[in-house]
């Protein structure tokens, strides 16, 4: 009887099998949700992507130079205005009368610094104190990592002398900065004169809301650097100096004066700082502002606006200086003593006097004016500079291109690498799925090839981020061995232990990935470039926020190799489409470029010369100042340029 009961099904009770029947209803309407994925839509869009993707990808690439080009033509370069209320009239009476005054104390510094052999800190001291300043020197010393033959020093030793006037109606909370850099030779002997002048003048002044700070700093960016940290209690570039005894309040502005003859033509303005960093928009619309009323001609990249803005030729005159600019804030190399104070968020520029053939000259006097001009109304500021721009362009000193305008050329050179990630990611879903349309040539479409794992993808990246910790670490540490081994000097040692390391990366050994199982099909060499596209693409992407011109520059020489490798097809083209992408490369083609805008074209050996000189500098200014530009090419682009080296070679 047991076994009887047993067979029969067990009743159900009602309060169990009314939710079942009640989910009835709700699970047969569940399919429903498939309506906000369409499968016919998503097919068709892999079917329109597939088959549109090469001349959608050469449209886009087309598309992004194009604008980037068209951002000189006037409608997209709005002319500049102020957006600071505070700074927005130039009604200030100038009253500076110290010209030459100026001139004799540039005589008398002139002689003394020749008879001390360099700065006479003695006599700039004295001679502060005398104008009622409170006066403070800074000695420091830098032992650089390798030594700098373009300026022959490898041991340096310096001392900075600054005069702080405290602000008659204020508690000393901000400050103003006017620097001068102490050069060799007769070198702005001038700009030390006319600060003096201006200190002299600034001093009688009741209306002063700011401390202002007069600095005379020794060894150009390295005195600069050492004064900024010792003012800021930080120790970043592993510079030994006293500190600053006295200090000021924060400061809020900056200008740096670069100065070397009685009278001046015009006077050229320099903005791009330490990694491509730029002032607030309005620091220069108010030094344009001052030059325009004062009658001063001003020029930026040295190139002057034109008026007839509708010409050809005005737009090739405005691209000349749009492409100049964009080399030069691709560099990251600071383009005076102010492009270390931006690293601070204090706003600050270079100002430097041009004496040329022109036939209107202009004497000191109305270059202290307009300075004691922009001194006043940076006095007036409650706040610190932050209403106009921080990132533009400058195709002229009258016009500028926004953020919002130039960001689209960038982005449409990344959809270059969006497109071809899509591209590879949907034939290899393809795959997996079994769909109609076959990836594979006809010799294998007779057998199953097999599938590699992620392990298959482990050896190329190592080896490639391996060769970019060699390139970045090995030139500096390795340079006292080639020195030992090889009859070079230890500059031209670390410099051509680069260039060793850089091109010994093509030779390494890039088939290490076929000793696995299913290492060497197509299938690994398509994950292996969607991995590197998209490794590049983020790059790329976040360099672009915060230099846009280097981001841009690499974008329109990586894109086009990145998307066009593969190891089937023409191995000698892409190979050296691939050389010619290389960053290397880019920026040699830079600075044929750039001697090109400027008029002085170099040729092969001059320009090979000048590439030499720019890696050596580019990493004295990693290890000086702090340059992300060699870490970043060492670290992320060369080892991304590796992958897709290893893409040419999977087979």
Known sequence: MSLGSSSRACPVPAAIERPARAAGPRAAQAPAMGLLSDPHCRRALSRLVLRLNTPLCVLSYVVGLGWFLALAFQPLAPRTYMSENAMGSTMVEEQFL???????????????????GGMPVAWLEKTMWTLGLEVHRQPFSRTLPFPDELRERYMVKGTNVYGILRAPRAASTE????????????????????MLALASYFRGQIYWAKDIIFLVNEHDLLGMEAWLEAYHDVNLTEIRSSGTPGRAGAIQAAISLELSSDVVTSFDVAVEGLNGQLPNLDLLNLFHAFCQKNGLLCTIQGKLPRSDWDSLPAFAHSLQTLLLMVLAQASGQPRGDHGLFLRYRIEALTLRG?????????????VGKTLEGMFRKLNNLLERLHQSYFFYLLPSLSRFVSIGVYMPAFGFLILVLILKALDLWMKLSKSETGGAERLWDSDHAGGEESRPGLLALVPPLVICHAAGLALYYLPVLGQHVATQHFPVSEAEAVVLTVIAIYVAGMALPHNTHRVLAGGGSDRGWMTLKLLALLYLALQLGCLALLNFSLGFLLAATMVPAAAAVQPNGPKVLLAALLVVATPAATLLLGIFLQRELVEAPAGAGEGWQLFLAALAQGLLQHHLYGSFLCPLLALGTYPCWLLLWNVLCWK
């Open 98 to 116: 110290f010209g030459e005054r100026a001139l004799s104390y540039a005589r008398e510094f002139a002689g003394h610094k020749k008879k001390a």
């Open 175 to 194: 400050a103003l900065v006017l620097s001068v850099p102490c050069s060799e030779g007769p070198h702005n002997n001038q700009a030390v004169g006319l």
């Open 354 to 366: 041009i004496n040329s053939f022109r036939q209107y000259k202009y004497d000191m006097t109305t």
